[in-house]
């Protein structure tokens, strides 16, 4: 059974979100966010965190790195019951991150825009996305990784009637979110290999 008591969510897909991140609140979870989440979370009434402040490291180049962080990866890869990842989390003031939520940049929209140019494309490829996703998925012995907003309810269903989320359902939404990166990484491939001139 995870316990959730610290989030990280960043989403491209807001439906939802400021709905979900009030209950996470009322139930006592810590939600770190970034950029226009966390604007339209802070103006909904939720505490959030910047990463950035968390992190001690600003956003920079352009929003390309603001996730990519010892302390981010290490809260969601760190392995609760190992002493040693334990020890050195604490060292390093590396804080467990219990649940991750994230829509990935919408790719295939950009795309399929009439006009869309190579450079366009490219600034739609997500990275930090896809790296919190498989590490929190990797760990969803302990973490609970969301990448769909038609999950919330479940999440919130079992949080609430047994103060954490199961061992079972964690790992059916790992699985959801290995089954969405590689569809991501996919298409991307495919576009790009469709620029390759012959």
């Known amino acids: 059974m995870a ?107 950009a795309i399929s825009k009439p006009g869309c140019t190579l450079e366009e494309a490219i600034e739609n490829i997500d990275i930090g996305g896809p790296a919190m996703l498989r590490s929190a998925a990797k760990n969803n012995e302990s973490v609970t990784v969301i990448i769909d907003p038609a999950d919330y309810g479940r999440v919130l269903d079992e949080m609430r009637r047994t103060g954490g989320v199961s061992r079972e359902t964690n790992f059916l939404l790992a699985v959801k979110v290995y089954e969405a990166t590689s569809s991501y990484d996919a298409m991307i491939a495919d576009y790009l290999k469709n620029q390759i001139v012959q």
Do not use: C
């Not at 970034?34 to 600003?58: C, M, N, Q, W």
């Not at 002493?83 to 939520?101: A, Q, Y």
């Open 3 to 109: 316990q959730i008591k610290r989030a990280l969510i960043s989403v491209t897909d807001k439906g939802g979100v400021l709905e979900f991140a009030r209950e996470l609140s009322s139930l006592g979870v810590h939600i770190l966010s970034t950029g226009g989440t966390a604007r339209i979370l802070r103006e909904g009434g939720v505490k959030v965190t910047d990463v950035s402040e968390y992190t001690g490291f600003p956003e920079m180049l352009d929003g390309r790195v603001k996730t990519l962080h010892p302390k981010i990866h290490g809260g969601l890869l760190g392995l609760r019951s190992n002493p040693g990842h334990v020890r050195t989390m604490k060292e390093h003031g590396i804080e467990n991150i219990d649940l991750v939520v994230i829509n990935l940049y919408p790719f295939k929209q």
